[in-house]
Every structure is written in C-alpha cells, then in structure tokens.
C-alpha cells in the first residue's frame, strides 16, 4: 500500500471526500516528522515507538579504496515495532 | 518529549475543519489502515516519511543464552522500518 491508497482507504473509512482526507493524512505524517526532527520520540499504543538515535563522529573508511574519512555526526530514526502490531502480523505467518 | 495519539489527534483538531470526534476518529483510521495493511503481509510505502516491509523469517536453531540448550527457532512474519532520504535529510538539519 502507498500514500495515495492510504489516503482513499481513509476517506472511505471516515466517509470524508478525498480532498480532507489527503490534508488529514499530511497533518499526521508531519506532526510525526516535525516530532523526530526535535528529536523527540513517537510512541503509539498498538503499532509501535519511533526513537531518534544520535551518533558521534567517527572515522570510517571507503571499503573500496581503504582510504579513511571522518563519517559527520548524524541521527538516525528507530521504529519498534508495538507488542500488538508484532504478534498480529506473525499470526499471518 | 514523546509524541503520543492524544498529541496526533489535537494537531488534526487544530488543523482542520473537524470536531474533536472526528479527528479522534480520523487518527484511529490512520493507524488501523497502516497495520492492517501489514498484518495482511503487505508493504506499506509512505513517500517522505519511510516503508515498513514484511519480512518472512525462516525457521532457525538458536540457543538459550542462558542454559546453552539448543532449540528452534519458529519462521516467523517481523516488521522492519527504512526511513526516507526526506526524513533523514529533516531530522539532521540543524545538526
């Protein structure tokens, strides 16, 4: 499923017009992103936590070419999957 | 801070045109569409945010750590998350 498929199953399920729902859905997705970018965390009961994990600097090298670089520092985003969400989607097993 | 469903469901309320009910509503659509989505074993591709796939993992012998008692380990359905470039690109700026 992808954004747009999201966007028509919402507004069929709310029984909202595409145009709301489209907006509703980039309201969400925002909020969330806005959230990750202040490094915050996102925990959602039943489908799961998003964390932002910062790294430190380091030296790392090309594998091809054995030269070393400095790697800058970054942050990255962790999904955990919820208790829910995980043993649902490993009764479909 | 955590971002949680309440904090989801008042920006939407802010946001839009929609009592307090239907963004509640309209939230809780949101989240139950994405996991039935992959508790159907499908993937879910939200561009500028992320995919979440399905991965089958076969079954395995592993180990209890603890006692050093071999067993199997059942093939199991996990879900993994990849976050975009958008989303990557966002949460490093200003670093």
Redesign the interface.
Known sequence: ???SE?IE??AQ??N?PLR??S???N???E???N????G?????????S?V?KEYESYVGRNPKSGISIEVP???????K?GKE??E?????? | MTLTKANLIQTVYQNHNLTKAQAAEAVEAFLSIAKNCLIDGDDLLISGFGKFNVKKKKARRGRNPKTGNELILDARQVVTFKPSGLLREKINQGK
């Open positions: 499923m992808n954004k999201l199953a919402l399920e709310v909202i709301e729902a907006p509703v859905t309201t969400i997705l909020t969330m992103i959230a990750l970018a202040a915050d965390s996102i925990e959602i009961r039943g489908f799961g998003f932002v520092p970054k942050r990255l985003p962790f999904f999957v969400l995980k649902r989607v490993n009764d479909g097993a």
